[in-house]
């Protein structure tokens, strides 16, 4: 994953710290290489987690990489349905939301 793709914040934080970037980068490339899981499968896992969380910036980062790696609007709907069974509707509709935005945001991209 490049620095481009990432949000504007990310992208300053590994400007000021690059050598932090750089562990935390490899980090993340080691997890994701170590076991069978496909890079797609990895994003909608991630977007579970900090959806749940609630955290807007990583959420749709995820959801942004998880199109990018294939996955469909269905596929990441599904994954956001599996938060409302812990975290309650109003939780999920919002993560809902935010993908949607995300999901507009790569449309008008690619139509140009």
């Known amino acids: 994953m490049t620095l481009a793709n990432?949000?504007?914040s990310l992208q300053k934080f590994a400007a000021k710290y690059p050598k932090v970037w750089k562990v935390y980068s490899k980090l993340g490339e080691e997890c994701t290489n170590a076991g069978p899981l496909k890079e797609k499968d990895i994003h909608l896992i991630k977007m579970g987690i900090y959806g749940s969380k609630r955290q807007?910036?990583?959420?749709?980062t995820h959801v942004r990489l998880a199109l990018r790696s294939g996955a469909s609007e269905d596929e990441v709907s599904h994954a956001i349905l599996q938060i409302l069974t812990s975290e309650g509707l109003g939780p999920t509709v919002r993560?809902?939301?935010w993908a949607n935005e995300v999901i507009r945001d790569e449309a008008r991209k690619k139509r140009g």
């Open 95 to 97: 993560v809902w939301n």
């Open 6 to 8: 990432l949000p504007d």
């Open 56 to 60: 807007e910036t990583p959420f749709k």
